[in-house]
């Protein structure tokens, strides 16, 4: 790197991105300070809490179906992802390296429901899942997300670019095809695949479209379903200090999980970002 | 004779191999590829067959569609829709721009630092921070207006006045997002070549003139990237407006006076409050044919090759 330390110019830029911080972070701070106020701190305002009022996160807790929510998002986004990264890979893996007749024509299907905006299969979804009695279901919540398009067209282009050679190597050794896949091929594209599982993870986890049409009762509900409809139908006013409770509970376990994995969670979107 | 015997049964076997082969992939994709179908192109086609037909019939009718056209509130969703685009798109990659070059130019330990925080509300649950964002808007309780007082400047409605809403809400989206393109903007920017750097300042170049001739056409496939798929995910904005208004501060979903109503949230409305699927799937329809539109505009007029 060049020895060209203090110039104004870069002091200048420091103090610019110093303010987008504050500007940045400044939410994040006020969800928390807000989540330990009094009622009274919000009629009459007041910038630190009086004193520290934890009656929000009581009431989340023994109140509402919170634990029920997390643990409801946690198993749909952690089957969704699962599924995307076996069937995502394994479909990818076979179009890319087994040419013949018709796999084109696959990935081109494929490929263009791309195009297709979720909120136009809502609605046949939800006809058939009523149909079905998929309605306040597990397997409502989740069959939408098994396997998307995305995922495929990443992975597609992931295993193009693992070398025939090894694959080959592997079936002259005897290796069955299955294996092939899951042993020789799935290594290859590592990157590519906790990409897929971090991005997959993040959008069902911040789901709500789906969640919000397909759940009724409000053990079934998804964090973000759960957060919303406590706030919106709520009679008597918004509850300010336990919807901030809800939210930090959300928010800081999510920054946590962020910083732990910050290298693999940015490289990951940046991966799936670049490639496709 | 040996020899010919010989070169039809390397491609009888070859043929075989090859036959192996296709049934080993048809195998491995019967499942996932005939649940793909159910899922994804058979509502799909089920949504269009949907738009055409009623409740209470299953005869062809163009009745939804002419309900549509018709329908004010439908229109001021699609424009509120195009707003949303328009404000949201250029500005969220503005930023994205500017905060990935000012990093880059700070160099050292600090940058990951940077990158990090910045990145922080694109991680962050959309319903839990679009709460958070109600409480900073809300005019009793909020700390804007606060701050406003404080500054000795008039306060805002935000989020429950027709003029301010649209806004108030594209921030909290743009705050999401911008962060998203930086990132994108720090990946592309990473693979433009030093040397082109290291010549543009033996020919006496200015950073500006570095900065156009240099940096921005080589980000060109990372700007197409960002702006189309940055027109796609707003023009299908449902999340931030759906827990921004509506509920107990009054009115529904897409208020006050429908000013904030995206194409979506209409959709949901009438889809999914009035239970009028057929009438909510001629909506999903169009947005499908605007998304389809804006895809092919964009490939059009971002695809031009930048030379050097």
Same mark, same amino acid.
């Given at each position: *790197?060049?020895?060209?330390?203090?110039?104004?110019?870069?002091?200048?830029?420091?103090?610019?991105?110093?303010?987008?911080?504050? =500007?940045?972070?400044?939410?994040?701070?006020?969800?928390?300070?807000?989540?330990?106020?009094?009622? =009274?701190?919000?009629?009459?305002?007041?910038?630190?809490? !009086?004193?520290?009022?934890?009656?929000?996160?009581?009431?989340?807790?023994?109140?509402?179906?919170?634990?029920? +929510?997390?643990?409801?998002?946690?198993?749909?986004?952690?089957?969704?992802?699962?599924?995307?990264?076996?069937?995502?890979?394994?479909?990818?893996? %076979?179009?890319?390296?087994?040419?013949?007749?018709?796999?084109?024509?696959?990935? #081109?299907?494929?490929?263009?429901?791309?195009?297709? &905006?979720?909120?136009?299969?809502?609605?046949?979804?939800?006809?058939?899942?009523?149909? /079905?009695? +998929?309605?306040?279901?597990?397997?409502?919540?989740?069959? &939408?997300?098994?396997?998307?398009? /995305?995922?495929?067209?990443?992975?597609?282009?992931? *295993? =193009?670019?693992? &070398?025939?050679?090894? #694959?080959?190597?592997?079936?002259?050794?005897?290796?069955?095809?299955?294996?092939? +896949?899951?042993?020789?091929?799935?290594? !290859?594209?590592? &990157?590519?695949?906790?990409?897929?599982?971090?991005?997959? /993870?993040?959008?069902?986890?911040?789901?709500?479209?789906?969640?919000?049409?397909?759940?009724?009762? =409000?053990?079934?509900?998804?964090?973000?379903?759960?957060?919303?409809?406590?706030?919106?139908?709520?009679?008597?006013?918004?509850?300010?200090? %336990?919807?901030?409770?809800?939210?930090?509970?959300?928010?800081?376990? *999510?920054?946590?999980?962020?910083?732990?994995?910050?290298?693999?969670?940015?490289?990951?979107?940046?991966?799936?970002?670049?490639?496709? | 004779?040996?020899?010919? $015997?010989?070169?039809?049964?390397? $491609?009888?076997?070859?043929?075989?191999?090859?036959?192996?082969?296709?049934?080993?992939?048809?195998?491995?994709?019967? @499942?996932?590829?005939?649940?793909?179908?159910?899922?994804?192109?058979?509502?799909?086609?089920?949504?269009?067959?949907?738009?055409?037909?009623?409740?209470?019939?299953?005869?062809?009718?163009?009745?939804?569609?002419?309900?549509? @056209?018709?329908?004010?509130?439908?229109?001021?969703?699609?424009?509120?829709?195009?707003?949303?685009?328009?404000?949201?798109?250029?500005?969220?990659?503005?930023?994205?721009?500017?905060?990935?070059?000012? @990093?880059?130019?700070?160099?050292?330990?600090?940058?990951?630092?940077?990158?990090?925080?910045?990145?922080?509300?694109?991680?962050?649950?959309?319903?839990?921070?679009?709460?958070?964002?109600?409480?900073?808007?809300?005019?009793?309780?909020?700390?804007?207006?606060?701050?406003?007082?404080?500054?000795?400047?008039?306060?805002?409605?935000?989020?429950?006045?027709?003029?301010?809403?649209? @806004?108030?809400?594209?921030?909290?989206?743009?705050?999401?997002?911008?962060?998203?393109?930086?990132?994108?903007?720090?990946?592309?920017?990473?693979?433009?070549?030093?040397?082109?750097?290291?010549?543009?300042?033996?020919?006496?170049?200015?950073?500006?003139?570095?900065?156009?001739?240099?940096?921005?056409?080589?980000?060109?496939?990372?700007?197409?990237?960002?702006?189309?798929?940055?027109?796609?995910?707003?023009?299908?904005?449902?999340?931030?407006?759906?827990?921004?208004?509506?509920?107990?501060?009054?009115?529904?979903?897409?208020?006050?006076?429908?000013?904030?109503?995206?194409?979506?949230?209409?959709?949901?409305?009438?889809?999914?409050?009035?239970?009028?699927?057929?009438?909510?799937?001629?909506?999903?329809?169009?947005?499908?044919?605007?998304?389809?539109?804006?895809?092919?505009?964009?490939?059009?007029?971002?695809?031009?090759?930048?030379?050097?």
């Amino acid at each position: *790197m060049k020895a060209k330390n203090f110039s104004v110019a870069k002091i200048i830029i420091n103090i610019f991105l110093l303010i987008g911080i504050v =500007a940045v972070s400044f939410p994040f701070v006020w969800m928390i300070l807000s989540s330990v106020k009094s009622t =009274a701190d919000f009629y009459s305002f007041s910038f630190w809490p !009086q004193s520290l009022d934890f009656s929000g996160y009581k009431f989340v807790f023994e109140k509402t179906d919170f634990t029920r +929510w997390y643990l409801n998002s946690f198993i749909v986004a952690i089957v969704v992802t699962f599924s995307n990264i076996i069937f995502c890979s394994l479909i990818g893996y %076979t179009l890319a390296k087994f040419r013949v007749t018709g796999m084109k024509l696959i990935f #081109l299907i494929i490929l263009s429901t791309m195009m297709i &905006p979720t909120e136009m299969l809502i609605i046949p979804w939800y006809v058939f899942s009523s149909d /079905f009695q +998929w309605v306040d279901s597990y397997w409502g919540l989740i069959f &939408p997300g098994l396997m998307e398009a /995305f995922g495929i067209f990443l992975m597609r282009q992931f *295993m =193009a670019s693992v &070398p025939d050679d090894i #694959l080959d190597a592997a079936r002259i050794d005897g290796m069955g095809e299955f294996k092939i +896949w899951l042993r020789i091929a799935m290594p !290859q594209v590592k &990157p590519a695949i906790s990409a897929l599982a971090i991005i997959t /993870f993040l959008g069902n986890w911040n789901a709500y479209l789906w969640p919000v049409i397909v759940t009724n009762t =409000a053990k079934m509900r998804t964090l973000p379903v759960g957060i919303a409809m406590y706030g919106t139908s709520d009679a008597g006013g918004i509850q300010w200090n %336990t919807i901030m409770a809800m939210s930090s509970l959300t928010v800081i376990p *999510m920054i946590i999980v962020f910083l732990i994995f910050q290298r693999q969670i940015v490289e990951g979107i940046a991966l799936s970002g670049t490639k496709g | 004779m040996a020899k010919l $015997k010989g070169k039809e049964m390397i $491609k009888k076997r070859t043929l075989s191999l090859q036959k192996r082969k296709a049934l080993i992939a048809y195998s491995f994709l019967i @499942i996932p590829v005939l649940f793909y179908l159910a899922i994804r192109i058979v509502p799909a086609l089920q949504a269009f067959l949907m738009s055409f037909t009623t409740s209470s019939s299953s005869a062809f009718t163009l009745e939804n569609y002419q309900k549509l @056209i018709h329908d004010e509130v439908f229109w001021k969703s699609v424009k509120n829709t195009l707003l949303y685009v328009v404000i949201i798109v250029p500005l969220q990659m503005l930023f994205g721009l500017l905060l990935a070059l000012a @990093i880059e130019r700070v160099g050292g330990k600090l940058k990951w630092f940077y990158r990090v925080v910045f990145f922080l509300p694109y991680m962050t649950s959309i319903v839990a921070i679009s709460w958070v964002w109600r409480l900073l808007y809300d005019p009793n309780s909020g700390v804007l207006n606060e701050i406003l007082v404080k500054l000795n400047l008039p306060t805002q409605e935000w989020l429950g006045s027709p003029s301010t809403a649209l @806004i108030s809400i594209s921030v909290v989206i743009i705050w999401q997002m911008m962060g998203f393109c930086m990132l994108l903007f720090t990946a592309g920017l990473q693979v433009i070549p030093r040397q082109y750097y290291e010549a543009a300042k033996i020919d006496g170049a200015t950073k500006w003139q570095t900065f156009w001739n240099i940096t921005f056409p080589l980000l060109n496939p990372t700007i197409v990237f960002l702006a189309i798929i940055g027109v796609i995910q707003t023009l299908q904005t449902f999340t931030q407006i759906a827990n921004l208004t509506g509920g107990s501060s009054g009115g529904g979903l897409g208020g006050p006076l429908n000013s904030t109503m995206s194409v979506v949230v209409y959709m949901y409305n009438e889809g999914f409050r009035e239970y009028n699927l057929h009438y909510a799937a001629a909506s999903t329809v169009f947005l499908f044919i605007l998304i389809l539109i804006v895809t092919l505009i964009q490939f059009r007029t971002f695809n031009k090759s930048y030379k050097l």
